[in-house]
């Protein structure tokens, strides 16, 4: 009988065992576990990518990317069942917001980062929201039409990104030397042709759609003819942290699947935005009603 009783409860015990095991199976690992330990979600954020994330004129970050990142901390809050869950908005630019991430300063992302193999080496992506096409923008007056025209001169370029890379790719500026003169973020990149320092940027061209329509003079600009590669946009998160990529996934997809986030794209592409009250008048694509309809986070080769 005694043996019967040992026995029972070995049985027990490993019941119990296998049931903690499942139940630590759901618990929080990853940004996740750091958020529910912390009580804080640290957001990184942009301050001058027009209109994804940047700063209205009370320096409070605003954007497309901003009200979506919204879904996903709503999302985070209820996974974790902590709806007073502290949210801290950090500052980035396209040169830190790498290793912020890595190094756990911030805990995502919202902002206009393209999401690509190579990056995704250091950091993983949550589903498409919205796709870009790399072109080169020059004054009018400049003389260059197409980018073999752009042989000798400076070329503006934001320190920590590779658009700038994509012209040497390209068949007519395979052959070309120019000179790289970097900016801290779009907007000093883009501000070095308005002053003239440098003859063209490379950058997305929804970001220079709204740094041209927030110059004094947006008639002074314009687009070459080419376009150097098409990229997916995603938040950014730490890579191989599959708990919070399904959370984040979870909250955009039910936005797709519902529509709403045609609303939130009309909203701040084709209706007039903070603080000037500019429009922008940029259409979906699209590539990116495809990405919608199909949610993915394939990066860019």
């Known amino acids: 009988m005694k043996r019967n009783m040992i026995a ?7 019941l119990a065992a296998a049931t903690g095991c499942k139940a630590d199976d759901h618990s929080p690992t990853g940004t996740l576990k750091k958020v529910a330990d912390t009580g804080t979600l640290v957001v990184g954020h942009r301050e001058s990518s027009v209109p994804f994330s940047y700063l209205d004129d009370q320096q409070k970050p605003i954007g497309y990317s901003m009200e979506l990142c919204g879904y996903v901390i709503d999302a985070v809050k209820a996974k974790l069942k902590k709806p007073d869950l502290k949210v801290v908005l950090q500052p980035v630019t396209s040169a ?12 995502m992302e ?21 796709v870009t096409n790399v072109k080169v923008v020059v004054k ?18 934001t320190s920590g990104t590779t658009s700038v890379q994509l012209i040497r790719e390209n068949e ?13 973020d779009h907007a000093e990149s883009f ?7 440098a003859k063209a940027f490379v950058m997305d061209d929804i970001l220079i759609a709204g740094l ?15 376009v150097l590669r098409t990229e997916p946009y995603g938040i950014m998160i730490r890579k191989d942290d599959p708990m919070f990529k399904e959370v984040a996934d979870e909250a955009l997809n039910k ?5 709403e986030i045609n609303k939130i794209y009309a909203k701040w592409f084709e209706s007039p935005i903070p603080p000037k009250g500019i429009n922008l008048n940029f259409a979906m694509s699209p590539e990116l009603k495809a990405a919608i309809a199909n949610p993915n986070s394939e990066g860019v080769k």
């Open 172 to 184: 007519k500026g395979s052959k070309i030397n120019f000179k790289e003169i970097y900016g801290k």
């Open 96 to 107: 830190n917001r790498i290793p912020l991430l890595q190094n756990g300063t911030i805990d």
């Open 212 to 226: 041209i329509a927030n110059s004094k003079t947006p008639d002074d600009f314009m687009f070459l003819p080419e």
């Open 255 to 259: 936005l797709m699947k519902s529509g």
């Open 110 to 130: 919202c902002g206009s980062t393209t999401n690509s193999v190579k990056r995704q080496e250091q950091v993983s992506f949550a589903n498409t929201t919205f």
């Open 191 to 197: 501000l070095l042709v308005a002053n003239d320092r």
């Open 8 to 14: 029972a409860l070995l049985a027990i015990g490993g």
């Open 140 to 157: 009018k007056d400049s003389g260059i039409k197409s980018l073999s025209d752009l042989d000798g001169q400076p070329i503006a370029t």
